[in-house]
């Protein structure tokens, strides 16, 4: 177990934005979304957005944990719906974490006083438990940026976020594997499904 913010860089948090998938946890229930853990030297933060449950859960419990994890596919699948149970399990004290996770952390989290959506947060453990190596995959990489561009398309209905994703799409099923282009695929349903756009 490592702790502290000395353990930072050992679970594959480093300077800039950390694309992480987010556990929270309310009443027995587990949430996990993307969320992106800005580092400034030694500022961590992370902006949480109004009217999720990981914004929900944060303010109630004051913690999350980092779940570091390079499978594209999870980042498109909790952008826009929820993991039934089998991808969760435990640590040893009860925190919920995803089953195929890289490397895990703990953070709580301090919101500021002058806006509750950005927040301060602080490394108080976590564990690597395994450190894969892998070449760059442009398809993957653009699944992360697609489970973005979905979530704020969504959110504001913007043509500029669809048209962004349709190229994406395209990049992805050229550079991509199976998983990679299922992922997108199933962005997009889920979108077709609530704009009726494409």
């Known amino acids: 177990m490592l702790y502290g913010n000395e353990a930072l860089s050992e679970i594959g948090i480093l300077d800039g934005i950390n694309e992480i998938i987010a556990t929270t946890e309310t009443r027995g229930r587990i949430n996990a979304a993307p969320l992106g853990i800005i580092k400034d030297g030694d500022s961590l933060y992370v902006r949480l957005f109004l009217g999720t449950h990981t914004y929900e859960n944060v303010l109630t419990r004051g913690w999350f944990v980092a779940n570091i994890t390079h ?4 980042f498109a699948e909790t952008a826009l719906e929820d993991l039934p149970d ?3 399990v435990r640590s040893d004290d009860g925190l919920p974490l995803l089953k195929d996770a890289e490397a895990w952390g703990l953070f709580k989290c301090e919101a500021f006083a002058s806006d509750i959506i950005i927040a301060k947060v602080e490394l108080v453990k976590g564990m690597a438990i395994r ?4 070449a760059c995959n442009r398809g993957a990489n653009l699944v992360l940026e697609a489970a973005v ?8 209905r913007t043509d500029s976020y669809f ?8 990049i992805i ?3 991509g594997g199976p998983r990679e282009r299922e992922a997108m695929d199933r ?12």
């Open 149 to 156: 561009a979905a979530t704020r398309y969504m959110a504001l």
């Open 86 to 88: 089998d991808y969760f």
């Open 163 to 170: 048209e962004e994703l349709m190229k994406m799409q395209r």
């Open 131 to 134: 450190r894969d190596f892998r």
């Open 187 to 198: 962005l997009m349903e889920r979108i077709d499904s609530f704009s009726h756009k494409r």
């Open 71 to 74: 499978d594209a596919w999870l």
């Open 173 to 175: 099923n050229r550079c």
